[in-house]
C-alpha cells in the first residue's frame, strides 16, 4: 500500500507565505514524476506544478516567480513553496505522484487527502 501525506496548509495573510509538504510511504520501488494541484470551490482541479524525478520543473503561469515545486528523493517528498500569497490562492491544494511498487512494474497514479489553503485578511 502506498500513502501520500500532505502538510504545511492553513490559513495566511495576502502577501504571506507557506510550504507544503506531501511524502510517499509504503510499499515503494521508485518515484517518477510528482506534482501539486488546486481546486478552488466551483473550479476544476488544475496543475500548479510538477516535477520529474530528475528535478525538471514546470510551474503553472498564475504561479510562476511565487511558488516553487522541489523535491528530496532520498525521502520521496515533494515541497511546495508558496510566496506572495493571493486570494485568489485559495484552494485546496493536492500532492499527486507517479509510483512504481515493484521492479519492472508499470507506474501507478496516487492522490494525497489534500490541505486546504487559505489566503486572507
Known sequence: QVQLVE???GLVQPGGSLRLSCAASGSIFS?????WY?????????????ITSGGTTNHADSVKGRFTISRDNAKNTVYLQMNSLKPEDTAVY???AEIV???ASAPYEYWGQGTQVTVSS
Open 7 to 9: 502538510s504545511g496548509g
Open 101 to 103: 511498487r515493484r521492479e
Open 38 to 50: 488546486r481546486q478552488a470551490p466551483g473550479k476544476q482541479r488544475e496543475l500548479v506544478a510538477h
Open 31 to 35: 518515484v517518477y514524476a510528482m506534482g
Open 94 to 96: 493536492y500532492c499527486n
